[in-house]
């Protein structure tokens, strides 16, 4: 069914699942130049063996699908009702966006939600074949080359070239030939279209730059031309340089992209290989480094830390590598030896142990974001920390809203949604993280940006944090470290300008003192916030706000999870210039010096 155009400023995909591995959101950029060499297509050639390049999985999109629903051309995606896109025959309105969703009508123009009728159809079932083929034929006639005028199907072109080459496949399954025949061979002449586009229009190196290189490659694949397996072999040759770092981090600063890039790159060389091309060593050694720096992102429950664009996502137990003991919680698989790991691209990952002195569940782990600025799939995340201890998340990310460009997903960015200082008239900079101290039963790091510096110090035995944030400026300011907590927690005072957060019945607490530094406190401010487990699982809560406001300010935080029976105390001293933070919880003392140039010590 012809329409007129529809354009969109941004364009996205939620968060869906292969497997076990959490595939997030996706979202544009600004669209990048043209690539100046462009292969001139012309007729096909015979096509390579069908089952060279592997189909692509559907990511989950088909699920809420079911052939019985594309019968009646009915779509549905994420939390949308199941809509009717079409007249029943396979015409369909391209244009309908009844919940003006980015997300909704780019996943409309990906084709993805036609998988299950593509998998009948491949097993033979015609009538499936049949209607598939009339929605995917009825896409093609609607959106004429090069379609970017509809952002919709711009953004899903890598989508839909591998629902093609899909089809194409189930095609031939289904009708037990070798050659398409005639009626079909319309897929062919997509197919190169496609490749076309996606030569001219490479978004480099991030997901969507790999996902395009593997669908540009699986055309090539698929129909035997061998320059478009060239170019983009070459483009995933040059794209892992700077998708994936020498040392494991991604680029695109999110725990949950960074593990769907695990995914991605070792679909690239199983893609590769199938069709002859031998994956570049560097992709090789470089997904392996990323699924240590993923184990290391493990949190003690076994999910990732929640970090950028990222829903709640449980680290995928991938056999033969760190992730297994990670993702099994150490029931399987071998044992990762490094307990902390620090990466130049932003990202400080600890933990207390991997569950040799005690369970796995009962360590406490961290994460510290620091870098450059934010981008792709960053959040203004950084000096904040998530914390797990006791079984339980102690503080938490604001997660991430989803693509809708609306206040939530401005919230979600934005540094009010982290644990952090935040300074008033002060916007987001690199930060640098200055000095670093791994021992046995303390890590100490030190942070530093725009007019700000954070000291941290986690303790093992007792498990707590002590932060030290101290801000300057040339006129006067705001400045409030904020502590996000996990729903459900109700938070009361606990002493001067000190709150304690306890779920109603539950066994375990988390304390948090404000400890007079330099000058006095204020009085706690506690808020209702927002955490976004899934982007539509949005729930209210605690955010606990330690605040001052001069031309400087020194806010000492100390974060202590306990069981809800333990007495939490502490005291200060003062010795030879330095103070002397003295600290119990339950049966368990420590003591923490701070020289007066803010450094923090067990001591």
């Given at each position: 069914?012809?329409?007129?155009?529809?354009?969109?400023?941004v364009?996205?995909?939620?968060?869906?699942?292969?497997?076990?591995?959490?595939?997030?959101?996706?979202?544009?950029?600004?669209?990048?130049?043209?690539?100046?060499?462009?292969?001139?297509?012309?007729?096909?050639?015979?096509?390579?063996?069908?089952n060279?390049?592997?189909?692509?999985?559907y990511?989950?999109?088909?699920?809420?699908?079911?052939?019985?629903?594309?019968?009646?051309?009915?779509?549905?995606?994420?939390t949308?009702?199941?809509?009717?896109v079409?007249?029943?025959h396979?015409?369909?309105?391209?244009?309908?966006?009844?919940?003006?969703?980015?997300?909704?009508?780019?996943?409309?123009?990906?084709?993805?939600?036609?998988?299950?009728?593509?998998?009948?159809?491949?097993?033979?079932?015609?009538?499936?074949?049949?209607?598939?083929?009339?929605?995917?034929h009825?896409?093609v006639?609607?959106?004429?080359?090069?379609?970017?005028?509809?952002?919709?199907?711009?953004?899903?072109?890598?989508?839909?070239?591998?629902?093609?080459?899909?089809l194409?496949?189930?095609?031939?399954?289904?009708?037990?030939?070798?050659?398409l025949?005639?009626?079909?061979?319309?897929?062919?002449?997509?197919?190169?279209?496609?490749?076309?586009?996606l030569?001219?229009?490479?978004?480099?190196?991030?997901?969507?730059g790999?996902?395009?290189?593997?669908?540009?490659?699986?055309?090539?694949?698929?129909l035997?031309?061998?320059?478009?397996?060239?170019?983009a072999?070459?483009?995933?040759?040059?794209?892992?340089?700077?998708?994936?770092?020498?040392?494991?981090?991604?680029?695109e600063?999110?725990?949950?992209?960074?593990?769907?890039?695990?995914?991605?790159?070792g679909?690239?060389?199983?893609?590769?290989?199938?069709?002859?091309?031998?994956?570049?060593?560097?992709?090789?050694?470089?997904?392996?480094?990323?699924a240590?720096?993923?184990?290391?992102?493990?949190?003690?429950?076994?999910?990732?830390?929640?970090?950028?664009?990222?829903?709640?996502?449980?680290t995928?137990?991938?056999?033969g590598?760190?992730?297994e003991?990670?993702?099994?919680?150490?029931?399987?698989?071998?044992?990762?030896?490094q307990?902390?790991g620090?990466?130049?691209?932003?990202?400080?990952?600890?933990?207390?142990?991997?569950?040799?002195?005690?369970?796995?569940g009962?360590?406490?782990?961290?994460?510290?974001?620091?870098?450059p600025?934010r981008?792709?799939?960053?959040h203004?995340?950084?000096m904040?920390?998530?914390?797990?201890?006791?079984?339980?998340?102690?503080?938490?990310?604001?997660?991430?809203?989803?693509?809708?460009g609306?206040?939530?997903?401005?919230?979600?960015?934005?540094?009010?949604?982290?644990?952090?200082m935040?300074?008033?008239?002060?916007?987001?900079?690199?930060?640098?993280?200055?000095?670093?101290?791994?021992?046995?039963?303390?890590?100490?790091?030190?942070?530093?940006?725009?007019?700000r510096?954070?000291?941290?110090?986690?303790?093992?035995?007792?498990d707590?944090?002590?932060?030290?944030?101290?801000?300057?400026?040339?006129?006067?300011?705001?400045?409030?470290?904020l502590?996000?907590?996990?729903?459900?927690?109700?938070?009361?005072?606990?002493?001067?300008g000190?709150?304690?957060?306890?779920?109603?019945?539950?066994?375990?607490?988390?304390?948090?003192?404000?400890?007079p530094?330099?000058?006095?406190?204020?009085p706690?401010?506690?808020?209702?916030?927002?955490?976004?487990?899934?982007?539509d699982?949005?729930?209210?809560?605690?955010?606990?706000?330690?605040?001052?406001?001069g031309?400087?300010a020194?806010?000492?935080?100390?974060?202590?999870p306990?069981?809800?029976?333990?007495?939490?105390?502490?005291?200060?001293?003062?010795?030879?210039?330095?103070?002397?933070?003295?600290?119990?919880?339950?049966?368990?003392?420590?003591?923490?010096?701070?020289a007066?140039?803010?450094?923090?010590?067990?001591?």
């Open positions: 069914m012809a329409a007129g155009t529809r354009s969109a400023a364009v996205v995909a939620a968060a869906v699942v292969i497997g076990s591995v959490a595939v997030p959101d996706r979202v544009s950029e600004p669209l990048r130049k043209p690539v100046p060499t462009v292969v001139q297509q012309s007729a096909p050639v015979a096509s390579t063996p069908s060279a390049y592997t189909c692509a999985p990511s989950g999109i088909e699920r809420p699908n079911p052939v019985g629903n594309l019968y009646r051309d009915t779509f549905a995606w994420g949308t009702p199941p809509y009717r079409g007249d029943g396979g015409d369909v309105n391209w244009r309908l966006n009844p919940a003006d969703n980015p997300s909704w009508y780019m996943w409309l123009h990906s084709l993805r939600w036609l998988g299950q009728g593509i998998r009948a159809a491949g097993k033979g079932d015609k009538r499936a074949l049949q209607r598939v083929d009339a929605i995917a009825d896409w006639r609607d959106n004429p080359y090069p379609w970017r005028s509809d952002a919709g199907a711009t953004e899903s072109t890598m989508h839909r070239t591998n629902v093609l080459i899909c194409r496949q189930a095609v031939q399954s289904g009708l037990r030939v070798g050659r025949p005639p009626a079909y061979r319309w897929i062919d002449a997509a197919l190169l279209q496609h490749s076309q586009y030569q001219r229009h490479w978004s480099g190196d991030w997901n969507h790999t996902e395009e290189s593997l669908a540009l490659f699986g055309v090539g694949c698929t035997g031309r061998a320059e478009l397996k060239r170019t072999a070459d483009r995933l040759t040059a794209g892992i340089k700077t998708a994936i770092d020498a040392q494991g981090s991604t680029n600063q999110s725990t949950a992209y960074a593990q769907y890039n695990y995914s991605l790159w679909r690239a060389i199983d893609v590769l290989g199938r069709c002859g091309v031998e994956a570049s060593p560097t992709i090789k050694a470089r997904r392996q480094q990323l240590n720096w993923l184990a290391l992102a493990t949190n003690s429950l076994g999910y990732l830390h929640q970090l950028g664009d990222s829903e709640v996502v449980k995928a137990p991938v056999a590598t760190p992730l003991y990670a993702g099994t919680l150490g029931t399987r698989g071998t044992r990762p030896v307990r902390v620090v990466f130049d691209a932003g990202y400080v990952f600890g933990r207390t142990g991997w569950g040799v002195e005690r369970p796995f009962a360590e406490s782990t961290y994460s510290i974001r620091f870098g600025v981008r792709l799939h960053g203004d995340d950084h904040s920390l998530t914390y797990t201890s006791l079984g339980r998340d102690v503080l938490i990310d604001g997660g991430h809203a989803g693509y809708q609306d206040e939530w997903q401005r919230w979600a960015r934005g540094a009010s949604a982290h644990n952090v935040t300074v008033s008239g002060v916007g987001a900079s690199a930060t640098r993280l200055t000095r670093s101290v791994v021992q046995e039963t303390s890590e100490y790091y030190e942070l530093r940006d725009a007019g510096t954070r000291g941290v110090l986690v303790l093992k035995d007792p707590l944090m002590v932060v030290l944030d101290r801000g300057s400026s040339a006129v006067r300011r705001s400045y409030e470290t502590w996000h907590l996990p729903a459900g927690q109700q938070v009361t005072p606990y002493g001067q000190s709150v304690v957060a306890q779920r109603p019945g539950d066994t375990v607490k988390t304390v948090l003192l404000q400890v530094y330099g000058e006095p406190t204020a706690a401010q506690v808020e209702s916030s927002w955490h976004y487990r899934t982007i699982k949005r729930s209210a809560a605690p955010v606990v706000g330690f605040t001052r406001s031309r400087t020194s806010i000492l935080s100390v974060i202590v306990a069981k809800a029976t333990a007495a939490v105390r502490y005291t200060t001293s003062q010795r030879a210039g330095q103070t002397l933070l003295h600290l119990q919880v339950g049966a368990v003392r420590a003591t923490v010096a701070i007066a140039d803010g450094t923090l010590k067990r001591a």
